[in-house]
């Protein structure tokens, strides 16, 4: 999974990565996916273990340690890199949108 692979995250992959701003383990970040979005994504457990394994490999998340049976997880610098990368794609799709819909003669 090089960086070209991952220019543009799903919703999932996103918001497991902005969750994980703040050290957590699955179940966490499933619930607070669904609170940060009022539930119009959520992540299944599937989903979730299969994205995070991704993300360990490649270095985009690292398992700071367990709660009991439950791993935590956290974002490493270059996760951080590539939300921050897709945060600013995603401000500059709906700038680019406004223009256009808001009818902008400059857009």
Known sequence: MARQQLQNLTEPMYYILLTLTSPNHGYAIMKKVAETTNDRVRVGAGTLYSLLSRFEKEGIVDCIGNEGKRKIYRITDKGMELLLGEHRRLISLVEDGNK??????NG
């Open 100 to 105: 256009v819909l808001k009818g902008d003669k």
